[in-house]
């Protein structure tokens, strides 16, 4: 059998060691021949193959066959290799208001075993708790051997101090929140970093075929986020700051936000003022459609609200599409100011096709200015409750297997 191979991105690897430059290029590239690594990594290939036969005997890489070379091709036939995804496993955590998700996935990010415990929004849960809890309930469900997970990572619905590591959150229900004993409570590395982050390096590994090497990831959950691929490095910027789009100022005259500022994007388009606009929208007006929805506001969802926007709920609508108005003013934003290979949109209000194809439209008419073909670099992605949990295990493996003792 023979494979046909289409690189398209060559990984600008920063100062590592051989062999973690040489994982971090079959990541993104596999199936790759060693003499491609070699120019890509810029490793000579004497190196590559050494270091590959070693990862061979290893267990971590596999030969998969001789690449397709083309009809009348002459000359040695190229070997493609590729990661052994069940080399190893990594634990991925996310916690939101809405849920803590926790999952084991593979090193290609396929999710083997996951959980969900959701959580009451009036209740403040006992986060450090639970999330020890649930990794050790996956660990007695899973049976995997100890020495094959490599670590744990969670994303967290917040900033992660650069010089202490800890959590920062202006949510009070998350006080509790203790990393060190999350750290005591397993024998494995424990690395964390914002959820939004997590998805976007889950996208940057998992998915390297559709992700280039610089790419946006805006994120809208109960909260707002954009984060930065760039040059195949997560951005973090100077301090926490970096990333918080939600907190840009699109309507000076608008609602007053959590931060103290007025106009804020989330004020407008983030699932918390979706949310509720729909309560006061269900206790105030006697026509809405909400009301054949669900018997009491606090019951509604993100999914009733899109229904009643695509059923033609007038208020919705007024609503959503003035949300909308201001989301793709500030993609479009992005896009010109960052001009990133891709932007990634990820939420669960983008699921609604009514609501997907007007934001679409919305972000083109902002970049009528752009050449056409710029417009598809904006790409919504399928929503999944575990997909937070995964950017997590992401994280874990990008720290604790492709840069293992870089850090």
């Given at each position: 059998m023979t494979w046909s191979?289409?690189?398209?991105?060559?990984?600008?690897?920063?100062?590592?060691?051989?062999?973690?430059?040489?994982?971090?290029?079959?990541?993104?590239?596999?199936p790759i021949a060693r003499t491609d690594i070699a120019e890509d990594a810029d490793i000579t290939p004497a190196t590559v193959t050494l270091t590959v036969n070693g990862l061979i005997a290893d267990g971590m890489v596999r030969e998969l066959g001789e690449a397709d070379s083309g009809e009348g091709s002459s000359g040695r036939k190229r070997i493609l290799i590729d990661m052994v995804p069940d080399y190893a496993y990594?634990?991925?955590?996310?916690?939101?208001?809405?849920?803590?998700?926790?999952?084991i996935t593979d090193l290609k990010g396929t999710c083997i075993c996951q959980s969900e415990r959701p959580f009451d929004e009036s209740l403040p849960p006992r986060i450090t708790e639970e999330i020890i809890e649930q990794i050790q309930n996956l660990l007695d469900s899973c049976q995997l051997p100890p020495e094959r997970?490599?670590?744990?990572?969670?994303?967290?619905?917040?900033?992660?101090?650069?010089?202490?590591?800890?959590?920062?959150?202006?949510?009070?229900?998350?006080?509790?929140?203790?990393?060190?004993?999350?750290?005591?409570?397993?024998?494995?590395?424990?690395v964390m970093e914002n959820n939004a982050r997590c998805m976007a390096l889950a996208q940057y590994l998992f998915s390297p075929g559709s992700s280039?090497?610089?790419?946006?990831?805006?994120?809208?959950?109960?909260?707002?986020?954009?984060?930065?691929?760039?040059?195949?490095?997560?951005?973090?910027?100077?301090?926490?700051?970096?990333?918080e789009i939600g907190h840009t100022i699109v309507k000076a005259d608008g609602q007053p936000c959590e931060c103290g500022k007025y106009g804020c994007l989330q004020t407008i388009a983030s699932e918390r003022w979706l949310l509720k606009y729909a309560r006061l929208l269900y206790q105030n007006t006697a026509d809405t459609i909400l009301h054949n929805m669900v018997d009491t506001p606090e019951e509604l969802t993100i999914q009733h609200i899109t229904t009643a926007y695509s059923m033609g709920d007038a208020a919705i609508g007024r609503y959503i599409t003035d949300a909308l108005k201001y989301l793709g003013i500030s993609i479009s934003n992005v896009a010109i100011?960052?001009?990133p290979g891709?932007?990634?949109?990820?939420?669960?209000?983008?699921?609604?096709?009514?609501?997907?194809?007007?934001?679409?439209?919305?972000?083109?008419?902002?970049?009528?200015?752009?050449?056409?073909?710029?417009?598809?670099?904006?790409?919504?992605?399928?929503?999944?409750?575990?997909?937070?949990?995964?950017?997590?295990?992401?994280?874990?493996?990008?720290?604790?297997?492709?840069?293992?003792?870089e850090n």
């Open positions: 191979v289409i690189r398209l991105y060559r990984p600008k690897i920063k100062k590592l060691s051989n062999k973690n430059r040489i994982l971090e290029c079959i990541f993104r590239c596999a990594s634990i991925g955590v996310e916690f939101t208001q809405k849920a803590l998700v926790t999952c997970i490599i670590g744990i990572g969670i994303a967290v619905p917040g900033h992660m101090d650069k010089e202490s590591r800890h959590f920062i959150s202006n949510h009070t229900v998350w006080q509790s929140f203790d990393s060190d004993t999350i750290r005591r409570a397993f024998p494995y590395p424990v280039p090497e610089n790419f946006s990831f805006f994120h809208i959950g109960l909260g707002m986020f954009c984060a930065n691929v760039t040059d195949g490095e997560l951005f973090l910027g100077n301090n926490y700051v970096s990333g100011l960052m001009n891709k932007i990634f949109l990820h939420g669960q209000l983008f699921q609604n096709e009514d609501i997907r194809r007007e934001l679409m439209n919305i972000i083109e008419r902002q970049l009528l200015f752009v050449d056409s073909k710029y417009v598809n670099n904006a790409e919504i992605l399928p929503y999944r409750q575990t997909d937070g949990a995964i950017g997590a295990s992401a994280l874990s493996v990008f720290h604790n297997f492709i840069r293992k003792n």
